[in-house]
C-alpha cells in the first residue's frame, strides 16, 4: 500500500491516495483544520488557505470568493483582495465582472505591499483598463513598485519599456539592463535572455561575449528546467 503522511498546522494525517474513502476523509480533514483556523483561531492565513482550498481542490468558486471577499474586506489580507480582484475581472465566483472593482482591489493589495497586486495594476494602467486610455507611465511606476517588492514579473515589464521606449518612456538601455538582471536573478527566463541580447549586441555598453554566453545559458537552463516540470505534471496527471 502506497501511503503518505501528509501535515497542515495543527494535525498530521497518513493517507494511502489510491483510496478514495481515505483522500475523501482526509480533504475533509483540511477543510475541517482551515476552517478551524479561520473561524475560531482568527487566523487571517487561514482564511487564505481555506478559500484556496474551496477553489483549488473543492472547485467551489462561490465558496472561494465569499471567503476571498470576507478575509479582505474584514481582515484586510492582502492576498485575498488580490485573488478577489481576479475574481471581478473575469466575474467568476458569483462576483459582478467590474474592472473598475478589480482595480480598487488590486491597488489595496498594492499598498499592503503585495507585489503581484502593484503588478496588475500596472498592467491595466498598460492596457487601458485602469482609465479610458492607456497610461504608461504610471504603468511604469507600479511595474516598479512590484519590482522593488520583488515581483519578477514587473522588473522584467519593465525592462521592455525601457528597452522599446513607449509614450512617457524613453529608450534607456541601462535602465533595461538593470531591470532586465534583476528579473533574471528572481528566476525570469526572458529577462536572462534579455540580459545575454543585451551583451551580445553591446546595448548594455560595450560587447561581451562571456556574459552574453552566460546569460544566454542561464535561460535555457531555465528553459529545460520549465520542460522537464511540465512533463512530470503531464506524468502525473
Same mark, same amino acid.
Not at 483598463?129 to 512590484?146: C, E, N, R, V, W
Given at each position: ?122 498592467? %491595466? @494602467?498598460?492596457?487601458? *483598463?485602469?482609465?479610458?486610455? !492607456? #497610461?504608461?507611465? +504610471? &504603468?511604469?511606476? =507600479?511595474?516598479? /513598485?512590484? $519590482? ?12 521592455? %519599456? @525601457?528597452?522599446?521606449? *513607449?509614450?512617457?518612456?524613453? !529608450? #534607456?538601455?541601462? +535602465? &533595461?539592463?538593470? =531591470?532586465?538582471? /534583476?528579473? $533574471? ?12 541580447? %543585451? @551583451? ?38
Amino acid at each position: 500500500m502506497s501511503t503518505e503522511r501528509s501535515q497542515t498546522k495543527g494535525g498530521s494525517f497518513v493517507t494511502d491516495w489510491k483510496n478514495e474513502k481515505e483522500v475523501e476523509a482526509y480533504l475533509n480533514n483540511l477543510e475541517t483544520e482551515f476552517g478551524f483556523q479561520c473561524y475560531h483561531e482568527g487566523l487571517h492565513d487561514g482564511c487564505q488557505r481555506l478559500a484556496n482550498f474551496y477553489e483549488q481542490i473543492r472547485k467551489d468558486y462561490q465558496a472561494a470568493a465569499n471567503v476571498f471577499k470576507s478575509n479582505c474586506e474584514n481582515n484586510g489580507f492582502a492576498e485575498s483582495c488580490f485573488k478577489l480582484g481576479k475574481y471581478h475581472l473575469v466575474g467568476r465566483g458569483g462576483m459582478e465582472k467590474s474592472p473598475q472593482e478589480a482595480f480598487r482591489l488590486f491597488n489595496k493589495s498594492c499598498d499592503q505591499k503585495l507585489g503581484t497586486g502593484c503588478h496588475n495594476v500596472g498592467l %491595466m @494602467y498598460q492596457a487601458g *483598463m485602469a482609465d479610458q486610455d !492607456k #497610461d504608461f507611465s +504610471k &504603468a511604469a511606476q =507600479y511595474f516598479k /513598485k512590484g $519590482c522593488d517588492l520583488k515581483n519578477p514579473d514587473s522588473c522584467f515589464r519593465l525592462s521592455t %519599456m @525601457y528597452l522599446q521606449g *513607449m509614450e512617457g518612456i524613453g !529608450k #534607456d538601455y541601462a +535602465k &533595461a539592463l538593470e =531591470y532586465s538582471l /534583476k528579473s $533574471c536573478e528572481l528566476g525570469h527566463m526572458l529577462g536572462c535572455a534579455n540580459v545575454g541580447h %543585451m @551583451y551580445h549586441t553591446g546595448d548594455a555598453g560595450k560587447k561581451n561575449p562571456e556574459l552574453a554566453d552566460k546569460y544566454k545559458k542561464k535561460a535555457k537552463d531555465m528553459q529545460t528546467e520549465i520542460k522537464k516540470i511540465g512533463k512530470q505534471i503531464r506524468f502525473g496527471e
